[in-house]
């Protein structure tokens, strides 16, 4: 059964650019999470997706934005990029929001210069 | 507001210590507690906690979740350097709430 697959794994941007990862969970699976991640700031939740729906959203600007597809991929974008939006950005993937295991992809790291 | 808290934030420990890490949460209408592991990307899922007082274990780690008192504890017994990681809880209502973790060093 294949994993969560995150892709790029690596990405270097310049500020002011926009930027799209992209995230397939495990068949099956309809719920999709996204969080970013830095030194000492720990996993930070953006958004969620179920069903083609955001359902929870993290306190981001609007600048970061998400959607997902019939068959469940998800999308994250982020645009006009600030060099603080340099993260590990993860997405994770669930039968069902919040009530069952979410199983982690490898993530994207991407830095803006 | 919902949250998730995790003590010490750091622990730097020897081959053969146990060491137990905790996590604290406030989440609303919670529905379970879950511990991951991260070595250096993915965090790689240990355990998922709903019922209070009821052990998991696998190999040298155990964990139990006390509803009671909004908490939870991980156990790591005759640690080896591959434990060495970031130890995530979070406590999930309809998304997760994730803490900051504990880093974990096991010195040989």
């Known amino acids: 059964k294949a994993g969560v697959t995150q892709t790029p794994r690596y990405l270097i941007k310049t500020r002011g650019q926009q930027v799209t990862l992209s995230c397939s969970p495990i068949?099956?699976?309809?719920?999709v999470s996204w969080y970013q991640q830095t030194p000492g700031q720990g996993l930070q939740f953006l958004f969620e997706?179920?069903?083609?729906?955001?359902?929870n959203k993290g306190n981001f600007p609007g600048r970061f934005s998400g959607r997902q597809f019939s068959n469940s991929r998800s999308e994250m974008n982020v645009s006009t990029l600030e060099l603080g939006d340099s993260a590990l950005y993860l997405c994770?993937?669930?039968?069902?929001?919040?009530?069952?295991?979410?199983?982690f992809g490898q993530g994207t790291r991407l830095t803006v210069v | 507001e919902d949250k998730v808290v995790q003590s010490p934030l750091s622990l730097v420990v020897h081959e053969g210590d146990t060491v137990t890490l905790n996590c604290s949460y406030e989440?609303?209408?919670?529905?379970?507690l879950l511990w991951y592991k991260q070595e250096k990307k993915a965090p790689t899922f240990l355990f998922m906690l709903?019922?209070?007082?009821i052990e998991k274990k696998s190999g040298r780690l155990s964990s139990i979740l006390d509803k009671k008192e909004l908490s939870s504890i991980l156990n790591i017994t005759a640690t080896q350097t591959g434990d060495s990681a970031i130890y995530l809880c979070?406590?999930?209502?309809?998304?997760?709430?994730f803490g900051t973790g504990t880093s974990l060093t096991v010195i040989p």
């Open positions: 068949s099956g699976h309809r719920s």
């Open positions: 994770a993937s669930s039968l069902d929001p919040g009530g069952t295991e979410a199983f």
């Open positions: 989440v609303t209408n919670f529905r379970s």
């Open positions: 979070a406590g999930s209502f309809n998304q997760f709430y």
């Open positions: 709903t019922s209070s007082g």
């Open positions: 997706y179920f069903s083609e729906t955001q359902r």
